[in-house]
């Protein structure tokens, strides 16, 4: 057997394609643009590359960006403030705070400051809650673009035996929630988890988020399955530098599961996605307009 490749960079690009449609009908319908506004304290790398990247799509979708760029040192006050000014304004739709944050400020505060409904990661203790109660809320967007993935491959999810590997707030919970409330039979697994091969084999959906890279040999896999890999690692190479890859072998896996998504190319570019997808969400939520199809969880 060889794995049907589900291709996230492909989906991404048909989602971004979705929203800048709806985008375009509720400027010329309604007079509205919505607004993203992003949060970067401090100078990592890797968060200024992500945060290049999202204004860019923002804008190429036909959103209004709105970037926030603030020294290391700013203090939680100022934040705060800043933060509430966005909370506010009705140019805002989305705010999202770019994390990690320097180590002074205190992340949950920061978090739990938002607005809820304008809280485009789904981080916000209040849209936990909601998420976790099967209530309408604001959805993780990386679980939210795994979910996307799973639904167009399956149609219906409904009675699937499905195991998350990690147990995180950004993703593993939220994605058993997820998984959960489209009636999926859904096992939570974690490193202390018995038996864990074993588990993972009766699994008709397997998501893998746990953040060590090739953890998952393709023996685990039961013939036919879905593997949706969400970890993104980066190894050396034999001949010399580095590789990305995911928490699945992806060549032992492939052989066996029914469907696949590779890394790099396969959740990574959904995230992003399903951030302006959720700022488009937060937007017509806000106007009492109806929500976009096919977006939400």
Same mark, same amino acid.
Request: aromatic share 2%; proline share 6%.
């Given at each position: 057997?060889?794995? %049907?490749?589900?291709?996230?960079?492909?989906?991404?690009?048909?989602?971004?394609?979705?929203?800048?449609? $709806?985008?375009?009908?509720?400027?010329?319908?309604?007079?509205?643009?919505?607004?993203?506004? @992003?949060?970067?304290?401090?100078?990592?790398?890797?968060?200024?590359?992500?945060?290049?990247?999202?204004?860019?799509? %923002?804008?190429? @979708?036909?959103?209004?960006?709105?970037? $926030?760029?603030?020294?290391?040192? %700013?203090?939680?006050?100022?934040?705060?403030?800043?933060?509430?000014?966005?909370?506010?304004?009705?140019?805002?739709?989305?705010?999202?705070?770019?994390?990690?944050?320097?180590?002074?400020?205190?992340?949950?505060?920061?978090?739990?400051?938002?607005?809820?409904?304008?809280?485009?990661?789904?981080? $916000?203790?209040?849209?936990?809650?909601?998420?976790?109660?099967?209530?309408?809320?604001?959805?993780?967007?990386?679980?939210?673009?795994?979910?996307?993935?799973?639904?167009? $491959?399956?149609?219906?999810?409904?009675?699937?035996?499905?195991?998350?590997?990690?147990?995180?707030?950004?993703?593993?919970?939220?994605?058993?929630?997820?998984?959960?409330?489209?009636?999926?039979?859904?096992?939570?697994?974690?490193?202390?988890?018995?038996?864990?091969?074993?588990?993972?084999?009766?699994?008709?959906?397997?998501?893998?988020?746990?953040?060590?890279?090739?953890?998952?040999?393709?023996?685990?896999?039961?013939?036919?399955? %879905?593997?949706?890999?969400?970890?993104?690692?980066?190894?050396?190479?034999?001949?010399?530098?580095?590789?990305?890859?995911?928490?699945?072998?992806?060549?032992?896996?492939?052989? @066996?599961?029914?469907?696949?998504?590779?890394?790099?190319?396969? @959740?990574?570019?959904?995230?992003?996605?399903?951030?302006?997808?959720?700022?488009?969400?937060?937007?017509?939520?806000?106007?009492?307009?109806?929500?976009?199809?096919?977006?939400?969880?």
């Amino acid at each position: 057997m060889s794995a %049907t490749i589900i291709d996230g960079k492909a989906f991404a690009a048909t989602v971004r394609g979705k929203v800048s449609d $709806h985008v375009a009908a509720l400027k010329e319908q309604h007079g509205i643009t919505p607004g993203l506004a @992003v949060v970067l304290v401090g100078e990592d790398p890797a968060s200024q590359v992500y945060v290049r990247s999202k204004g860019k799509l %923002t804008v190429e @979708v036909g959103m209004n960006s709105y970037e $926030h760029k603030l020294d290391a040192d %700013t203090s939680e006050a100022d934040l705060l403030a800043l933060i509430d000014r966005l909370n506010t304004d009705p140019a805002v739709h989305g705010i999202l705070v770019q994390l990690p944050l320097p180590g002074h400020l205190n992340s949950d505060l920061v978090i739990n400051s938002i607005d809820p409904s304008k809280d485009v990661d789904g981080f $916000h203790i209040s849209n936990v809650g909601l998420l976790g109660t099967g209530q309408k809320s604001m959805v993780p967007c990386t679980p939210l673009g795994c979910l996307m993935m799973l639904r167009d $491959h399956h149609g219906s999810l409904s009675g699937l035996d499905a195991v998350v590997l990690g147990r995180s707030n950004i993703v593993g919970k939220p994605m058993a929630q997820l998984l959960l409330g489209d009636s999926c039979t859904v096992t939570i697994a974690h490193s202390r988890t018995k038996d864990l091969p074993d588990v993972v084999r009766r699994a008709d959906i397997v998501v893998a988020a746990v953040g060590r890279p090739q953890m998952v040999p393709g023996d685990w896999i039961k013939p036919g399955a %879905t593997v949706i890999d969400v970890g993104i690692n980066r190894i050396e190479k034999p001949e010399g530098g580095t590789r990305l890859v995911g928490d699945v072998d992806y060549a032992g896996a492939a052989e @066996v599961a029914g469907a696949i998504t590779p890394v790099p190319g396969g @959740v990574g570019p959904m995230t992003i996605a399903c951030l302006l997808a959720n700022t488009l969400t937060a937007c017509c939520r806000a106007n009492g307009l109806p929500e976009p199809d096919g977006l939400t969880a």
